[in-house]
């Protein structure tokens, strides 16, 4: 049970949709797709703490220097949703190559989506990584 009332279920599975088809896409590279799905002051604070601007994150991913081999949803995307915006959390299957480094894990995604001019967007995404 997702704790999403009967009202929200098709704004949630939207949401659930657009948050797979941006993660494909941050995996194969498509930028066309995923710069849109990333509002202009998108922040990502990965599991080691700072902040990286949307410039920053989406130009690593596209010139390679960030390169996901893996992203994906390893649990249910819960979704809690509001007048103008949302919010999505799961665990995340992750590797990602950064250079010579390879960081794989499991971690816990967090992603506040907002919808504006009639399009949602991801404003800020927060990567945390799983103790076992």
Not at 28 to 44: C, F, N, S, T
Not at 85 to 99: F, K, M
Request: charged content about 25%; overall charge negative; hydrophobic content about 40%.
């Amino acid at each position: 049970m997702s704790g999403d009332s009967p009202a929200e279920l098709p704004l949630a599975d939207l949401l659930r949709e657009t948050e797979r088809m941006r993660l494909r896409a941050l995996v194969v590279g498509d930028m066309e797709l995923v710069r849109p799905l990333h509002a202009e002051d998108y922040e990502l604070i990965p599991p080691g703490g700072g902040t990286i601007s949307k410039e920053e994150y989406l130009g690593g991913v596209a010139s390679g220097a960030l390169n996901y081999v893996v992203f994906e949803p390893a649990s249910e995307i819960r979704v809690r949703t509001y007048e103008r915006a949302a919010v999505l959390r799961y665990q995340a299957r992750i590797e990602v190559h950064a250079g010579d480094a390879v960081d794989s894990d499991l971690f816990w995604h967090t992603d506040i989506y907002e919808n504006r001019n009639g399009k949602w967007q991801v404003v800020w995404s927060q990567a945390t990584r799983i103790s076992q």
